[in-house]
């Protein structure tokens, strides 16, 4: 993988959900819990779940995607590592496991936690975390095995009880969420130690900036000194902590959390007491989901902790989580808009959406009572997200890469064009509806520049480099014809439905033919065009002009966001599967890893056919799923 940013990457990352401790009846104790941990691990790699015994119903997640036992990591697993630290709990019919594996030849850390089913015979619960840190993973196979602490049979006399485990356990998320420099961190033992993707990041004097930082001091301190800087106080919530796997004959836990940075936190207290500028990564909101495992000993110390994370996107709540669902819907205002809206109406009101969120103040909005929100697929409070992160939003008829859309309708109307985010530049499709003189839905879809800088730059964590990245270098003009009235003669031939599914069939066949391509049509990825025809792109995807889509499959969860009428355009936005499973020349082996695509698309049609299209792409763990494509569903 390319993301090499050197030693403590991963470093940088309240509802209390327990892990549930069902009573087992049939008891499969640490050997057959070993055991299964082993079976699942072949079974992986020979790329053959049948021969595991799951219920009917078996619930297989990956990276925090729900997807067919058998897909994903199935079809690209080639090798088991030799690095194995395993968990048992007998009690809960739970285990899991830190290990590597290769994917498509490349080397990353792989999680699994597995649970059995209430006859402890059969696997309900498959939780995976993929970790794409090729340098994490050779250190892992390096090391060998865990160090030997992890290991030892602790004498049920000496055993701190399992409550106990749990909550000194979360005594570590408390500390670091929002991590206040005069916090109590009496609970960790003095030797206290921490691994990051393999890294040791305690008590190492190597001279190693930290994370994405330039601390260079922070990773000689112990662990609790490094707590008394404050430094982890960019985390700004811990969320949906769970303690599943809690191995209480070797007095260690392993944790699965979720941890939100919103972009609001501007300085880093250092090591050496003075303030840093936050790193760039931190520019914009973020969600990490943490693996982490800990050893305690004594009256309830963190002795050791070893953890490993990956990111999801902002928001997300894991398959896992068992607290309350997330509240999609905000509270209302009092105001309202007066007569119909027209599309004079709807692009002010866009207009008033794009102010608020600059002011960071929703609450000058007409809003509706349940009004949604939602950032990149994810349903968040109004005021979270963007809302606080916003800091310039390019403006239509002033600027060169911005233009507004309407269908009245439909009452929707949408923006898009360049956002900034402090020193983080994005294209935000935006999209409003307003229904009897309120707003009841606002989407938001804010494809950020990810350049692979400096200490790890900006670049989503652990994501492959894509063949065509857009680092925020100019996009130059948003062709102008975008916002232009729409050509003489008819508009869409179609509904704009199915101009949508025609286009992203193309898409998905990889073939221009049976989409309706006006002659002298051009077409933009991420703001390069190549020189090929829209329809010879589509063909010749495999080589030109970018590779983009050469390893794609299916284009799902398709949605027109807004269709203008009189200007001839449609926005529209789908999920572009890309498994990675096909052994395709010349890919290079970091980008052959599953991924998924979200493509918000603006495609101008004139008299029947498409003339231009102007594409971003936001990559996205495997098989992910807009909270809108989801409700669509049910
Ligand atoms: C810190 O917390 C521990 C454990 O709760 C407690 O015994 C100790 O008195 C606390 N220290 C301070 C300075 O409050
Ligand atoms: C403190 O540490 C920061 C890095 O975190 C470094 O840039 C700065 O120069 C240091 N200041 C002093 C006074 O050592
Ligand atoms: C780290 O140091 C480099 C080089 O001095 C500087 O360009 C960068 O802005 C610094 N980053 C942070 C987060 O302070
Ligand atoms: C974002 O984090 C800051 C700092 O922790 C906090 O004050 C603020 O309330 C958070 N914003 C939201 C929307 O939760
Ligand atoms: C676009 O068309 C609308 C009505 O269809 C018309 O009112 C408007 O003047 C036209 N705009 C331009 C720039 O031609
Ligand atoms: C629109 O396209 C049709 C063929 O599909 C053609 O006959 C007609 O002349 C076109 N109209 C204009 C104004 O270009
Ligand atoms: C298109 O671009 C490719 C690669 O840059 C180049 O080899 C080819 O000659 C170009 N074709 C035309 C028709 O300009």
Sequence with gaps: MKVNTGKGLAAFWAVMTLGST???????????????????????????????????????????????????????????????????DPESGQVGTITTITENGVGTIYIVRLQLDDDGRRISEIETQITRDADGAALYEKMGEPESVWLQAVTPEQRIPRATLISQTNKYYSGMERNDPNGNYSFFDTDCNRLEDAVQTTNIDTGDPYGHSNDTVFESLGCEAQFQTGFLGFVTKIRERRFPVVDEERQAVLAITTLDHNGTVRELPSANGTSQPIPAYFDVPRTLQAAEAFRLRGQ???????????????????????????????EGTEKTIDGPCGRACLEK???????????????????????????????????????????????????????????????????????????????L?????????????????????????????????????????????????????????KTAGRMYRFSTNKLMHKYFDGMQRHSGRRVPFAPGC??????????????AQMEGWGVAPNGLYRDTTVVRDRRVLVADAERGVVLAVAMVDGPAARELAPVPETERVPSTFMVPQLIKVGNGTIERVEGMVKWMPFGYTSAWGLEGRS
């Excluded at 953890?307 to 996107?313: A, I, R, S």
């Excluded at 077409?523 to 329809?535: E, S, V, Y």
């Design 300 to 330: 309830g110390k963190l002795w050791r902790i070893e953890m490993t994370l990956t990111e999801v996107p902002y928001g997300m709540s894991s398959p896992f989580h068992e607290g309350a669902p997330v509240d999609v819907g905000g």
């Design 429 to 485: 499709a935006l999209r409003i509806k307003v229904d009897r003189g309120q707003i009841t839905e606002i989407e938001a879809i804010d494809v950020r520049a990810e350049s692979t800088g400096a200490r790890g730059g900006t670049m989503t964590l652990l994501r492959p480099p894509l063949p065509i990245e857009w680092e925020g270098n100019s996009l130059g003009k948003l062709d102008p014809a975008f916002q232009q009235n």
């Design 22 to 88: 069902h009573a087992r009846s049939g008891d499969c104790d640490r050997s057959c819990l070993e055991a299964l941990i082993s079976d699942y691990l072949t079974a992986l790699v020979a790329h053959d779940p049948s021969s595991l015994p799951t219920t009917p119903d078996v619930k297989y997640v990956e990276n925090n995607q729900v997807l067919p036992l058998g897909t994903g990591e199935w079809l690209v697993a080639g090798s088991t590592g030799k690095y194995r630290h395993t968990f048992s």
């Design 349 to 427: 009101e866009l207009d008033r959406v794009l102010d608020a969120l600059l002011a960071h103040h929703p609450a000058t909005l007409p809003l509706a009572e349940g009004v949604r929100y939602s950032e990149n697929g994810q349903f968040i409070p109004l005021g979270d997200g963007l809302w606080e992160t916003l800091g310039d939003v390019a403006v239509p008829g002033v600027n060169d890469y911005a233009a507004r859309f309407a269908d009245p309708s439909t009452g929707t109307a949408a923006y898009w064009g360049l956002t900034r985010e402090q020193t983080t530049p994005g294209v």
């Design 522 to 535: 051009t077409r933009r990825d991420n703001g390069a065009r190549g020189n090929l025809t829209c329809a």
